[in-house]
């Protein structure tokens, strides 16, 4: 069991990274958008470990994407039990178009996505997802971004793969960005697939450069490069916990380097500690926003101190990006200080 205890303070936050270098992906992807502009559909999977920089990636793609029009839908934990959750995100702006398909996938789809009784006919409302998609096209080029897609309910997973594989004529781009790496996969099958690995040289210098506004020493940094493996944030954690003259050389790099959310792997090491069993431990996470944000998908228990002092905007308890967890009250003690303490544990 892993237990993360600290104390909530703040609000959850995101890591924003600069995207740096990424060419040929960006070429991939520009490609894809350019053939569905002269009608053309087709999809792309973007895969990576986490903090490799897939949603900087996309952030790019969508600051270029301007004609498009952009429909977004993400996977989350709390959600994939629940069928067509993630498709009806995405779907909703669209629900005023689905009286024009045909009957029967009109029907399916407004099964699916909640809107009269019963489960409706599955391959129906893939058609219809399809043939909407497809309709909104016809107005202007249409990109459609999937986050997260390792998270998605497999109704809305299987829904979107299914469009993807038969786009052709459509002006429609469909993009996947995937999680390599994590308990739940994204399996894309036969579809295109760009795989995100770590930077190197320039794209080093200029990711590290943008965040700490020194002028990294090449040995310094190709000494961050070799213990993260180039994966981007943690490159931009490790350097933030590093001081200028580190950085630069004037002081030697600390002998290992010290360990943050994005470095090592730390949610490959607690899985492995977690399958290691007869030991009778569990492993304790004390503070630390980034790495509690890393680790939250293994994290099976919350202990948590609330003090009635209010001090500002405080420090996110979970960095990182948006990925609810839902956990229920074990236990709560309040003490005449007015401190409680609360024990929580996950639900899913």
């Not at 498009?68 to 709390?78: I, K, N, Y």
């Not at 308990?183 to 320039?202: E, K, M, S």
């Not at 030697?252 to 492995?272: F, H, I, S, Y």
């Not at 926003?289 to 905007?313: C, F, M, Q, R, T």
Request: contains cysteine; proline residues 5%; aromatic residues 4%.
């Amino acid at each position: 069991m892993i237990t993360c205890a600290g104390v909530f303070t703040g609000a959850f936050g995101t890591v924003g990274l600069v995207l740096a270098g990424r060419d040929p992906e960006r070429a991939a992807i520009a490609a894809l958008l350019d053939a569905a502009r002269t009608g053309s559909g087709g999809a792309l999977v973007v895969r990576g470990v986490a903090g490799v920089g897939k949603s900087a990636l996309l952030g790019d793609v969508l600051a270029t994407a301007l004609d498009l029009r952009v429909l977004r839908t993400s996977g989350v934990e709390s959600e994939s039990p629940l069928a067509f959750a993630a498709l009806q995100r995405l779907l909703w702006p669209l629900r005023t178009r689905i009286d024009a398909l045909p009957a029967p996938q009109a029907a399916a789809l407004r099964a699916a996505m909640g809107e009269t009784e019963g489960e409706g006919d599955r391959f129906r409302a893939f058609l219809g997802t399809l043939s909407l998609l497809a309709d909104a096209a016809d107005e202007a080029p249409l990109l459609v971004v999937v986050d997260d897609a390792h998270w998605l309910d497999d109704a809305s997973a299987a829904a979107l793969l299914f469009a993807a594989r038969r786009l052709q004529a459509e002006r429609v781009a469909l993009l996947f960005a995937a999680r390599d790496g994590d308990a739940r996969q994204f399996d894309a099958g036969d579809l295109p697939t760009i795989v995100l690995g770590g930077v190197t040289g320039a794209d080093t210098h200029a990711l590290l450069s943008e965040h700490t506004r020194t002028d990294i020493d090449p040995a310094a940094r190709d000494q961050l490069v070799a213990g993260t493996g180039g994966n981007p944030l943690a490159l931009v954690e490790l350097a933030g916990v590093l001081t200028a003259d580190q950085l630069t050389r004037r002081a030697p790099l600390p002998t290992p380097l010290p360990l943050t959310g994005g470095v090592g792997d730390p949610l490959a090491l607690v899985r492995e500690l977690k399958q290691q069993e007869g030991t009778g431990l569990d492993v304790w996470l004390c503070g630390g926003g980034k790495l509690a944000g890393a680790l939250l998908p293994e994290i099976d228990e919350l202990v948590v101190k609330n003090y009635p002092v209010v001090a500002g905007a405080g420090i996110p308890a979970f960095d990182g990006a948006f990925n609810p967890a839902v956990f229920h009250v074990a236990e709560r003690t309040a003490f005449p200080s007015g401190v409680t303490l609360t024990h929580l544990t996950r639900r899913y």
